[in-house]
Each structure stands twice: as C-alpha cells, then as structure tokens.
C-alpha cells in the first residue's frame, strides 16, 4: 500500500527550496491541503508567507492563481460574472480567478465585507453561484489567505463565519540566524522559486486526500477532540467557543498529520500538536482576559493542560 512518504517529501522538499527553516510550517500547509482545507496565514510582512504559497503551487501539478485583495475589489472580480455575447445572443460566464485549485488570497483583510462574503460558499462548498447557476471547481481546491497583523488602518476583520472556515490560522515567524544567512546565499544570484517544477499531479492529491480519509482513529481520540472543543465553550476565559466545525477539523487535519509522520493511525500527540493551530482562530476570549495580557492561544494551552490525554493501547 502507497502512504505517499515519497510524494510528501518531494513537495517538502521543493518548497523548502524557497523557504528556509521551516519545515513543520510547510508539513502544517501540507496537512490542510490533503485533508481537504484551507490556510490562514498571518505574520508581518516579509517572512515569506507569499512565497512559500507561490513554491506549493507550482510544486503541484494544479491550476494556480493570485488574488490582490484591495478595498475597491468586487465580489464578481473574484467570483467571475455573467456578459452578455452579442453573436451568440446569450450571457456567457467569465470565470473568476477563484475558479482555479490552488488560490492565494493575499491580504485577505483588506477588501470590504461584501467581497469576503463571497468567498463563503466557495471555501466551504467548492462550488460558486452567479445568477442563479452553480458552478463546480475543480478538485483539489485549496485557499492559502494571507493577512498583515500589524496593520489596521484600511483592514476589515475576517467576520467569524469566515475564520470558521478555514481549517488552519498559523504563522511563518522569522528565521534564525544560521538560516536567514543561507537565505542570502540561496537568492545570491536568482531566485530558486523560478526554478520549481511540479513534483506531484492533482491526481495525486486526490488520492491522498482519499487515503487520509481511511486513517485510524481510536474512539478514546474521539472523545480526546470534542473534550477539548467542548471545554472552549464552558471555559470562564471564553465568550464564544469552537464550533462543531473545529471539532471536525480537528480530525481530519489530525489523520492528515498521521500521514505525514509516516502512520496509519492518530496519535493523542497528533491532536495537541495541532489543537491551537486548528482552534486558535474559531473562539473569541472575554475583553477581561485580553486587558490581563492573555491571547487566544495561551487560554488554548491552559485548557490543553486540563483535558485528559487518553491512552491508547493498541491500533487495529
């Protein structure tokens, strides 16, 4: 049986090309991609979170496109829409940028709420509908967002309905040292990023995304997940805690991880590992808990410490 080790590792290894130092990053974006979701990406500007979006791109075999979010950008110009064709008679759909596999959304919070509503079907059905008609995308269909968080004059926050969407919020951080310097020497002379090739088909995508639907799952992870989600929503710290949505996610991106470290099965350290990653963006701490210097992902950290690890003793 075919685990995909192989084809996992060639996309790593071209992305890695390009970015420097940040492999577990890259695993991270793999795993959303094969369990079927989509990215966030938020850091400050210049770690790489365009290009490391552009490398996984063209090291697929799919359709790929950028989308500019600026605040004047509008619903259709994403979408695509409906022209009308004087020698046929009739309207004819213009297909969107967002009508590719692969799409990064750059700087996502910078266009109006009308324009991020659009994007709601399409993340979470893959499919958009413009006057009436619905269009399917192609598989595998995947949304790399990227936004700045240190900017917000002229930014729109990502209503909650759309964060919930996405599978995963994670950040790129800065390089250290050693690997910022090799970062000089790699683009001494050109770019590696032109130099990419596919290394897997979309057909390949799909079937791993197939494969990690199959991964084992203990019934005592089961109950290890919703334990967690469920004490989001009872935690003092929390107004608004995790929807079944994340409980979901969590799963699935969790069998995806499996995958990538080589397993057939999920292990209670899969789920950990990726808790924060998976629920940081879906719940919405008290004011009271932000003014005593608290975040998301340390309410997050406290709770992971509470909930019971299962142990689990043997795999079928």
């Keep these: 049986m075919n685990n995909y080790q192989d084809e996992i590792s060639a996309i790593i290894k071209s992305v890695e090309s390009v970015i420097i130092g940040k492999r577990k990053v890259i695993e991270k974006v793999i795993a959303a991609l094969i ?7 938020e850091d400050v500007p210049g770690v790489g979170k365009t290009v490391m979006v552009r490398a996984l791109a063209k090291s697929l075999g799919c359709s790929f496109k950028r989308i500019q979010f600026t605040p004047d950008l509008l619903p259709s110009d994403v979408t695509g ?39 709601l079907e399409v993340l979470e059905e893959h499919q958009v509908t413009v006057d009436g008609r619905t269009y399917r995308l192609d598989e595998p269909f995947m949304v790399l967002a990227t936004e700045n968080p240190i900017e917000y004059e002229g930014t729109f926050p990502l209503p909650e309905a759309q964060l919930d969407r996405f599978m995963m919020k994670i ?45 084992y799952v203990d019934e005592s992870i089961d109950d290890y997940i919703v334990g967690i989600v469920d004490a989001t929503r009872k935690s003092d710290d929390i107004q608004l805690g995790a929807s079944p949505r994340g409980s979901l996610s969590l799963f699935r991106v969790a069998q995806a991880w499996a995958v990538i470290k080589g397993r057939e099965y999920v292990l209670p350290d899969d789920v950990k590992e990726l808790a924060k990653d998976v629920l940081g963006h879906r719940i919405i701490i008290k004011p009271e808990v932000k003014l005593r210097g ?16 299962p142990v689990v003793r043997r795999y079928v």
Excluded: C, W
Aim: proline fraction near 5%; hydrophobic fraction near 40%.
């Design 81 to 119: 829409v409906s022209v009308f064709n004087q020698k046929l008679g009739d309207f004819e759909f213009k297909v969107g940028p967002i009508m590719n596999q692969i799409v990064l959304a750059d700087e996502i919070n910078r266009t109006s709420p009308k324009t991020q509503s659009s994007l």
């Design 171 to 215: 950040s790129v951080g800065y390089p250290d040292f050693k690997d910022e310097k090799a970062m000089l020497r790699r683009f001494k002379t050109d770019n590696p990023i032109n130099f990419i090739k596919p290394v897997v088909s979309a057909d390949d995508i799909i079937d791993m995304q197939k494969y990690v639907k199959g991964i």
């Design 35 to 41: 369990s079927g979701g989509h990215i966030l990406l």
């Design 294 to 309: 608290l975040t998301s992902e340390d309410v997050l950290t406290n709770i992971l410490r509470q909930v019971h690890i």
